[in-house]
């Protein structure tokens, strides 16, 4: 019994050492390999750089794989910049990277490995090539322009080409023939081009474009010289009468031209008011210029033609917006040496009656300052105060001296009528009512 117990011991006390001496095993480490190095891409060009690096590898134990990328100022994986953000498998080159060499390589990390570094990649970036501005159509001018008849859609226009892919820009620019460094800036001409002033005067107008592209050398356009002719010059004789419109916005019935250059518009129409009356006067003086006829004190006329068909042309009114109208001439009364005298503007001197001799007007009494008579049987007096009396005459007797006028629109003749004292080229007298008024001659 004691051997057995002693046995049973000695077993025991056996396997406690066996166990003490048996030792664990440590955990397997996270082994990283590198399966392929970033490649150096082909040489890029500056300003237009795209693509990336990408590097793989692989883990064991199943651990996570984490990347750093770095630049470097020389081809190795020692030392370098860690590049903020750039922590997965690629990078994605920087667009605005400019001429010279860049280096760059990945760490790539796990948790309980040792981390590894990429062999450094290369990246070759050349200068970006100069662009070359080049003219292959020179503006051409167009031709046979007439003041105040330029189309709204003359132009001048420029075709150029720009290497590699540069974005052109265009400036147009007044210049001055005679001197070749006075250039002026048009405003808003910018594109490749550029439409003309259909207000250009009568003349020589020279332009140039500048044409330039970011990094280019500019380069300018031949000068181009655009002709503008003068517009037809009206005849004046031949506009002398009086012309019946047709409707229109300003309401104008006729516009009348006397050989006293003194104009006689008549409206059913305000312009601007005046008295309540069905028709409206305007009488004032006229010149003549190229195509237009200037009216003092009313506005601008551009005559678009003119004959023995008739009249049509635009009127400006007080500087307001042309208005096209038409007409034909109004029946006249034949010449004759009578007729020829009278027709034209008179300027008041005096009127007598009773024996007393009034050379104004007075509380009492309206003197006219200037008479106007036409062969198309217009009879104007006019007021220094503005206003005017707009009648119509024609001859009771033309031998005798004597004419009837109306006041009515058409005329209705009666027995109003006015006999002629004296007519000569520079004197008028007539008398009515007992009254006379003498008048002189307007040249």
């Given at each position: 019994m004691k051997t057995f117990a002693a046995m049973a011991?000695?077993?025991?006390?056996?396997?406690?050492?066996?166990?003490?001496?048996?030792?664990?095993?440590?955990?397997?480490?996270?082994?990283?390999?590198?399966?392929?190095?970033?490649?150096?891409?082909?040489?890029?060009?500056?300003?237009?750089?795209?693509?990336?690096?990408?590097?793989?590898?692989?883990?064991?134990?199943?651990?996570?794989?984490?990347?750093?990328?770095?630049?470097?100022?020389?081809?190795?994986?020692?030392g370098g910049t860690a590049i903020s953000g750039a922590t997965g498998a690629s990078y994605t080159l920087p667009?605005?990277?400019?001429?010279?060499?860049?280096?760059?390589?990945?760490?790539?990390?796990?948790?309980?490995?040792?981390?590894?570094?990429?062999?450094?990649?290369?990246?070759?970036?050349?200068?970006?090539?100069?662009?070359?501005?080049?003219?292959?159509?020179?503006?051409?001018?167009?031709?046979?322009?007439?003041?105040?008849?330029?189309?709204?859609?003359?132009?001048?226009?420029?075709?150029?080409?720009?290497?590699?892919?540069?974005?052109?820009?265009y400036q147009w620019y007044t210049y001055n023939n005679e001197n070749e460094e006075v250039f002026e800036a048009i405003d808003g001409a910018t594109g490749a081009s550029y439409t003309l002033p259909t207000d250009l005067a009568a003349g020589e107008h020279w332009y140039v474009c500048e044409i330039a592209a970011e990094g280019a050398a500019s380069v300018q356009t031949d000068p181009v010289s655009v002709t503008i002719s003068p517009a037809a010059a009206i005849d004046s004789a031949e506009l002398v009468g009086k012309w019946e419109v047709g409707d229109n916005s300003l309401g104008i019935v006729s516009v009348e031209f006397g050989g006293s250059n003194n104009y006689v518009v008549v409206t059913n129409a305000e312009l601007p008011t005046r008295a309540e009356e069905e028709f409206f006067t305007y009488f004032g003086t006229y010149t003549v210029a190229g195509d237009k006829v200037i009216m003092s004190d009313l506005g601008e006329m551009t005559?678009?033609?003119?004959?023995?068909?008739?009249?049509?042309?635009?009127?400006?009114?007080?500087?307001?917006?042309?208005?096209?109208?038409?007409?034909?001439?109004?029946?006249?009364?034949?010449?004759?040496?009578?007729?020829?005298?009278l027709c034209r503007t008179w300027k008041v001197v005096s009127y007598e009656?009773?024996?007393?001799?009034?050379?104004?007007?007075?509380?009492?009494?309206?003197?006219?300052?200037?008479?106007?008579?036409?062969k198309a049987g217009t009879y104007l007096l006019t007021?220094?105060?503005?206003?005017?009396?707009?009648?119509?005459?024609?001859?009771?007797?033309?031998?005798?001296?004597?004419?009837?006028?109306?006041h009515e629109h058409p005329p209705v003749w009666n027995d109003s009528s006015v006999t002629i004292e004296t007519l000569d080229e520079n004197s008028l007298a007539i008398s009515e009512w007992g009254g006379i008024t003498t008048l002189e001659a307007v040249e």
């Open positions: 011991i000695v077993s025991m006390a056996a396997l406690v050492a066996l166990s003490a001496c048996k030792k664990e095993e440590p955990a397997p480490v996270p082994v990283i390999s590198i399966t392929t190095q970033p490649a150096s891409p082909a040489a890029l060009t500056e300003g237009s750089i795209s693509g990336s690096l990408t590097v793989a590898a692989s883990v064991t134990e199943g651990a996570a794989l984490s990347y750093q990328w770095y630049t470097n100022t020389t081809a190795s994986s020692t667009a605005d990277l400019t001429d010279g060499t860049y280096h760059y390589f990945c760490e790539v990390s796990a948790e309980g490995a040792d981390s590894k570094r990429t062999d450094a990649a290369t990246v070759t970036v050349n200068a970006r090539p100069v662009p070359v501005i080049s003219i292959a159509t020179q503006p051409v001018p167009p031709t046979g322009l007439v003041e105040g008849e330029i189309p709204d859609d003359a132009q001048l226009t420029v075709a150029a080409t720009v290497t590699p892919g540069a974005t052109l820009s005559i678009t033609s003119l004959g023995e068909s008739g009249i049509a042309f635009s009127l400006a009114i007080y500087g307001g917006s042309a208005v096209s109208m038409s007409g034909g001439k109004a029946q006249e009364m034949a010449s004759s040496s009578k007729t020829d005298l009656e009773d024996g007393v001799v009034y050379y104004e007007s007075n509380e009492e009494f309206a003197m006219p300052e200037f008479v106007y008579f036409s007021f220094s105060n503005g206003s005017t009396g707009l009648s119509n005459w024609k001859w009771k007797s033309e031998s005798a001296g004597t004419f009837y006028y109306s």
